[in-house]
């Protein structure tokens, strides 16, 4: 199902609550870690388990079940809630993507503020292409693994020390001395 889908006119100004819910249908059938219960009960539960769009999804999905109130919400009556919130609805939700040591790279979605912000667009735009890094990302906004003494952890590029090749400012003095 294609994210042209979920909108009931031509203008893609508002998304059409029964097709949000056949994507999340679509998409959540054919996500890795999914598929082991049912999308009611991932909803429900709402703990995304890997860091993927649809994860992030079943995650907004959850909170709109939450804004609902009390009692037993079905996945459609969550749609129309999440439908209604609009497709430029963001609240601590977002991406990042993430590159280790040997320059493998990832791409993760979650409910954080630890994030670049993004709207529900393009959460529902990424589930077509997960794991694939956003067109619309720039690469200063990118985390990159480091090891300190207390372990690993991520830092942007401008943070990472002056002697290390991923640094935009690095330059190879081996390189220097060639071109010399």
Request: with cysteine.
């Amino acid at each position: 199902m294609k994210y042209e889908q979920l909108f009931s006119d031509n203008t893609q100004s508002s998304i059409d609550a029964k097709q949000l819910e056949a994507y999340a249908r679509y998409w959540y059938a054919r996500a890795s870690d999914c598929g082991l219960i049912p999308i009611e009960e991932a909803v429900a539960q709402y703990g995304p388990g890997e860091c993927t769009a649809v994860n992030l999804l079943l995650a907004l999905l959850g909170s709109a079940r939450e804004e609902l109130g009390k009692g037993q919400h079905t996945l459609a009556a969550c749609c129309e809630e999440l439908a209604s919130w609009g497709l430029r609805y963001e609240n601590y939700f977002g991406c990042q993507v993430l590159e280790s040591h040997d320059g493998h790279r990832t791409v993760e979605w979650s409910l954080s503020d630890d994030t670049v912000w993004v709207s529900l667009q393009e959460v529902l735009q990424a589930m077509q292409s997960e794991g694939e890094i956003p067109e619309w990302w720039d690469e200063d906004m990118t985390n990159y693994e480091i090891f300190t003494h207390s372990g690993y952890r991520y830092v942007l590029a401008h943070d990472l020390s002056s002697d290390d090749p991923r640094h935009p400012d690095y330059e190879d003095e081996q390189q220097d001395e060639f071109i010399a």
